[in-house]
Nanobody, 123 residues
Framework: QVQLVESGGGLVQAGGSLRLSCAAS????????MGWFRQAPRKERDFVAA????????AYADSVKGRFTISRDNAKNTAYMQMNSLKPEDTAVYYC????????????????WGQGTQVTVSS
């Protein structure tokens, strides 16, 4: 089981950018697909993006396509999400998660998750 820690959240103005990082422990990081999810106050946790263990396959929620980019560096045991053109509706706690496949992540099925990092986008 992989341990995950998110960082990189903060307060930005609409139209701004943030880069989130997800640091993973263990020696099997490269075996896992990685995903990002977000949860706004009083709302469910929603899928945002996922990347396969190889980095060759990515998936995005329609609401972030063209604005967010997920990536990973297996040598650093870290996954990233570059968030551009941020909107107030992107405000949420962002969580990273690990699963064997992108399809599992798309179904909100994951083996491990982090504690989250707050992203707040002001008007």
């Amino acid at each position: 089981q992989v341990q995950l820690v998110e960082s990189g959240g903060g307060l930005v103005q609409a139209g701004g950018s943030l880069r989130l990082s997800c640091a993973a422990s263990g020696r099997t990081f490269s075996n896992y697909g990685m995903g990002w999810f977000r949860q706004a106050p009083r709302k469910e946790r929603d899928f945002v993006a996922a990347i396969s263990s190889s980095g060759l396959i990515t998936a995005y929620a329609d609401s972030v396509k063209g604005r967010f980019t997920i990536s990973r560096d297996n040598a650093k045991n870290t996954a990233y999400m570059q968030m551009n053109s941020l909107k107030p509706e992107d405000t949420a706690v962002y969580y990273c998660a690990a699963a064997l496949t992108v399809s599992q992540l798309r179904r909100n099925e994951y083996e491990s998750w982090g504690q989250g990092t707050q992203v707040t986008v002001s008007s």
